[in-house]
């Protein structure tokens, strides 16, 4: 009986211990359950105000401006993605606006290309006599080439041809666009690129890189600064900048002019090769007009060589990694300057001689 | 929203905006007037914030303002003192573009058709003004360039020639979103009222 009783007594005391802890487990459930209600009430409160809403979504997007623009971010990676699905629907619309744009010029402008015809007929008869001769000349070019080891300009670099995608949507959003990108070997993560046009006048630089299309900073553009010279023996290095209040006339200003120095309207700048990113020679514009009021700060305006309103094509030039390095590595003074003055001034020009060269036959 | 209501305002919008911006960007030679290129992008997010509110407004707008993030994003110096294409600053711009445009004289243009045109220049106002107070004040920090356009200029040969060439483009894309566009009626489904209840939460912000 003793026994029994006990055996009762051990399990009523059991089921009460578990009760206890179950009413314990379930008051712990309740208390995670109200404060779960309470703060989803309360995100829901937050997230109903719509102007929380839209301070939260500004700061977030604040955040991702300032990581953007710091250097090497791989916020800059993030347009990569939306450029394989953009940049095709871009190229459709162009396509067709090319193709709209050509009929239309072909039928007004029909009558004007036979008279047109007429006159390049005659002209080529008188080029392929000037061609005969020129080959000549070439032939002896290149014999004087090899045997003098003359360095053709621009000859260390790779040279890729792209069409502009698109242009300035207004003056503050104004870079272009154009369809070569990391595929075609150009990285902006790697260093800037030089941009020039067919005519072999600079354009502007690269800026970032997606898959098949990268932006471009005109030289237009308040960003942009190139070291320039003047392209005469011994001329004065300067400095060209983008400019605001000139942009819209198409229009750069020159800067640190040299106080002895007097720029003549209608001079011409090249780049200088200072500051490695563009190779000298490559040249810029011309003078428009120079501004002696305050000679502490001397100043001019230049006149870019290419519009870029009208611009198409534009080659951007990538330097051939193996031959620089080959350079570094045995610095060779066989290579004679043929044209360019900025030898005897004493500039590095390792790559800036005579006419240019395309490397890989990528160019027009 | 019905499932072929909803289907119909996402398609229209993606073949709207993707027309819009590719237009802009590849054609802005063809766009030009008055020596200003007509800001297709802009006329669009605000007439969808004006015609159909401030949900629309704000979505049409982020993805617009990513469009020209992507297509032309604005230039700044980066730390390293060396030029910088940033991301977001379109998006940011666009979508208080779209919220302006659907709150501003909600009450008083009741979303008329050709009060959509007031609405277009005084955002353009809005948007040149802003803009050239944000690129002096950030031009005279960054120390770049001190000199800037003259007043006259602003005026007269930003400010007035982009308000012009922004309305004659905003006639052909208010017709467009009112009779082909992502409403079956071009309004917005749901009672007037609810909606001036909605806006009004924004105006009293």
Redesign the interface.
């Known amino acids: 009986m003793l026994i029994e009783r006990q055996r009762i007594d051990g399990k009523l005391q059991k089921e009460l211990k578990d009760s206890l802890v179950l009413s314990k487990q379930n008051e712990n459930v309740v208390y995670f359950y109200e404060s779960f209600v309470w703060e989803e009430s309360v995100l829901r409160r937050i997230f109903e105000n719509?102007?929380i809403v839209?301070v939260l979504?500004?700061l977030l997007?604040?955040a991702?401006?300032v990581l953007?623009?710091?250097?090497g971010s791989p916020?800059?990676a993030?347009?990569k993605p939306?450029?394989v699905v953009?940049d095709p629907?871009?190229a459709v619309?162009?396509s067709i606006?090319t193709k709209i744009s050509d009929f239309y010029s072909a039928i007004a402008e029909g009558m004007e290309i036979r008279k047109e015809n007429e006159e390049l007929r005659a002209e080529i008869a008188e080029l392929e006599y000037k061609v005969q001769q020129g080959e000549e000349a070439r032939i002896r070019w290149e014999e004087l080439k090899s045997a003098f080891s003359i360095k053709d300009s621009f000859e260390n670099y790779h040279i890729h041809g792209a069409s502009v995608?698109?242009?300035?949507?207004?003056?503050?959003?104004?870079?272009?666009?154009v369809n070569v990108g990391t595929e075609n070997g150009i990285d902006s993560s790697e260093g800037?690129y030089a941009v020039v046009d067919a005519r072999m006048n600079l354009v502007g630089r690269v800026?970032?890189t997606d898959i098949d299309s990268c932006?471009i900073?005109p030289l237009l553009?308040?960003?942009?600064s190139a070291s320039a010279k003047v392209n005469e023996v011994n001329g004065a290095i300067v400095l060209v900048?983008g400019?605001?209040?000139l942009k819209?006339d198409g229009l750069c200003v020159v800067t640190r002019i040299p106080s002895n120095i007097v720029l003549q309207p209608g001079s011409e700048l090249v780049t200088s090769g200072e500051g490695g990113l563009f190779p000298a020679g490559i040249p810029i514009g011309t003078i428009e007009s120079f501004d002696d009021s305050d000679p502490d700060n001397l100043k001019a305006t230049l006149r870019p060589y290419v519009s870029i309103?009208?611009i198409k094509d534009v080659f951007i030039m990538v330097p051939n990694d193996e031959q620089t390095q080959e350079e570094i590595s045995a610095p060779s003074n066989d290579s004679i300057s043929a044209s360019d003055p900025s030898v005897t001034s004493g500039e590095n020009s390792s790559e800036n001689n005579g006419p240019m060269e395309n490397s890989e036959g990528e160019a027009a | 929203m019905r499932k072929h209501e909803r289907a119909r305002q996402i398609i229209i919008y993606a073949l709207y905006i993707?027309?819009v911006c590719?237009?802009?960007?590849?054609?802005?030679?063809v766009f030009r007037l008055f020596?200003r290129?007509c800001?297709l992008?802009l006329v669009f997010v605000v007439l969808a914030g004006y015609l159909f509110g401030t949900k629309d407004g704000v979505v049409v707008g982020g993805i617009v303002g990513?469009?020209?993030?992507?297509?032309?994003?604005?230039?700044?110096?980066?730390?390293?003192q060396?030029?910088?294409?940033?991301?977001?600053?379109?998006?940011?711009v666009f979508?208080y573009v779209g919220?302006l445009s659907s709150v501003l004289f909600r009450k008083r243009f009741r979303r008329k058709l050709s009060l959509g045109l007031l609405q277009v220049a005084i955002v353009t106002l809005f948007y040149c003004v802003l803009?050239h107070i944000v690129?002096w004040l950030y031009?005279s920090m960054s120390g770049?360039?001190v000199?800037?356009?003259s007043l006259n200029?602003i005026a007269f040969?930003?400010v007035l020639p982009?308000i012009l060439v922004n309305l004659l483009a905003a006639v052909p894309i208010l017709f467009l979103l009112r009779f082909l566009g992502p409403y079956k009626k071009g309004t917005r489904s749901g009672s007037s009222e609810t909606y001036v209840m909605e806006e009004q939460?924004?105006q009293s912000?």
């Not at chain 1, 995608?165 to 666009?177: H, M």
């Not at chain 1, 553009?221 to 942009?224: L, T, W």
């Not at chain 2, 590719?22 to 030679?29: E, I, P």
């Open positions: 719509k102007l839209m979504a500004t997007i604040i991702f401006i953007s623009a710091i250097p916020l800059s993030v347009t939306l450029s953009i629907i871009q619309f162009q606006g995608l698109t242009r300035e949507s207004d003056e503050w959003f104004s870079v272009i666009r800037s800026m970032s932006k900073l553009h308040e960003g942009f900048t400019d605001i209040t819209n309103s009208d | 993707t027309s590719c237009l802009q960007v590849t054609f802005s030679h020596g290129t800001d992008m990513m469009f020209r993030d992507y297509f032309s994003g604005p230039v700044i110096t980066g730390l390293d060396k030029p910088v294409a940033v991301l977001g600053i379109g998006l940011l979508i919220l803009g690129s031009l770049n360039s000199s800037y356009h200029y040969r930003s982009q939460s924004w912000v």
